[in-house]
Every structure is written in C-alpha cells, then in structure tokens.
Nanobody
Framework: VQLQASGGGLVQAGGSLRLSCAAS????????MAWYRQAPNKERELVAT???????HYADSVQGRFTIFRNIAKNTVYLQMNNLEPEDTAVYYC???????????????WGQGTLVTVSS
C-alpha cells in the first residue's frame, strides 16, 4: 500500500490550495480516507474524513472552508482548501483505513505529508 500526497505550497491568506492523495491499494477496499495536519510544536489533528458512503466530517476550525472529496476510480482523495488562514500552516498527511475482502480488521496507512504554508 502506498499513499502519495501532493499539492502543498506557499499561499497568501485568503487563497486556495487543493491537496491530492493517490492511493495504491491492491487487494484492499477503502473504509475511509482522511486528512490530518500537524503544525510546528503541536499534535497531529484530524482535518476531514470521508467514508465509503461518501459521508464527510470536518474539524470545526475548517468547516465551511475545506472540502474533502474522492475520485473512487482513481483511488484518490482531495482536500480543497479555500480562504486559507495563517493558522492552517502545517504539514498535511493523508490517511487511509482499509479492509481485506471478508475481513473486519482495519489496516491504517499514512502518506508522507505535504507542507502548506499560509502567509499573512
């Protein structure tokens, strides 16, 4: 299993970025995918999740500004980030919770992280 995150960069406050996470998951099915972030000197926190029914959940701090969505055919999850704020500066990580056919154990995998820097 490999998760390849991309799309980070430097943007001014009020700007937008779209993160992508392409998953290579041969032999697995997706239970859910998510974006987390970790700012300097802070713990990693959940940003947004999307499950296999396309139900989404957002952290209060990004609700209304960020949108998570998936391209199932490409096994890719995206995070559209609008109206970015300096407080959104962090390394963003994608996460995938996967299942083997007929099994209930959840396998959790992480991508390598992509840096988002929002200047004021």
């Amino acid at each position: 299993v490999q998760l390849q995150a991309s799309g980070g960069g430097l943007v001014q406050a009020g700007g937008s970025l779209r993160l992508s996470c392409a998953a290579s998951i041969s032999g697995f099915s997706v239970k859910s995918m998510a974006w987390y972030r970790q700012a300097p000197n802070k713990e990693r926190e959940l940003v947004a999740t999307i499950n296999d029914n396309a139900a989404t959940h957002y952290a209060d701090s990004v609700q209304g500004r960020f949108t998570i969505f998936r391209n199932i055919a490409k096994n890719t999850v995206y995070l559209q980030m609008n109206n970015l704020e300096p407080e959104d500066t962090a390394v963003y990580y994608c996460n995938a919770d996967l299942l083997r056919p007929g099994r209930s154990f959840v396998y959790s995998y992480w991508g390598q992280g992509t840096l988002v820097t929002v200047s004021s």
